[in-house]
């Protein structure tokens, strides 16, 4: 009678397989996380962006402005810059501008530049002229696609 030998437990390229799988798989996943991270600093960027704009007409409302130079804005700077002039600290003349750096998320701005959004006492959106602005929109970009801000009279 013959004996055969048989063998249990794991042969080494049984754990390859595994290990390459198991490789495949965790590299699926990170790619997953990062592609989420993205389209969600992609997304506070735009929502950020649309609170200031909601902010700097509400301030020109509030303030009544009817001088240009006395309207809140925001202004597109660059392809990475943009910045917010508002009365935060409620004393009826605008602050110094806040400029907002969108390079340290990654994240672009489409053009033209630079472009700036007034705010008359009225909400309406215009331009340094006094003139009235057609709705528009702006473009945020990274990696993971394009967010866009609707920019409108009513808000």
């Keep these: 009678m013959k004996r055969q030998d048989t063998h249990t437990g794991f042969a080494t390229v049984d754990f390859l397989i595994v290990a390459v799988i198991v490789l495949i798989l965790a590299t699926y996943a990170f790619t997953a996380i990062m592609h989420a991270k993205q389209s969600h600093t992609l997304a506070g960027a735009a929502q950020q962006f649309a609170g200031y704009l909601e902010r700097a007409r ?3 409302m509030r303030r ?3 001088d240009v130079r006395q309207m809140a804005e925001v202004t597109i ?3 990475q810059f943009y910045s917010v002039r ?3 600290d409620g004393d009826g003349a605008l602050d110094v501008p806040r400029v907002l ?3 340290d998320q990654q994240l672009t701005v489409e053009g033209p530049y630079p ?3 007034i705010f008359d006492r009225y909400g309406k959106s215009i331009d ?3 003139n009235a602005l ?3 929109s702006v473009v945020f970009t990274n990696r993971s696609g394009k967010s866009v801000v609707k920019i409108s009279d009513d808000g």
Excluded: H, I, M, V
């Design 58 to 60: 509400s301030d020109s």
């Design 64 to 66: 009544r402005a009817t």
């Design 77 to 79: 700077l660059n392809a």
């Design 86 to 88: 508002l009365d935060e």
């Design 101 to 103: 750096n969108l390079q």
């Design 115 to 117: 472009r700036t959004f």
């Design 128 to 130: 340094n002229g006094g």
């Design 134 to 136: 057609q709705a528009t």
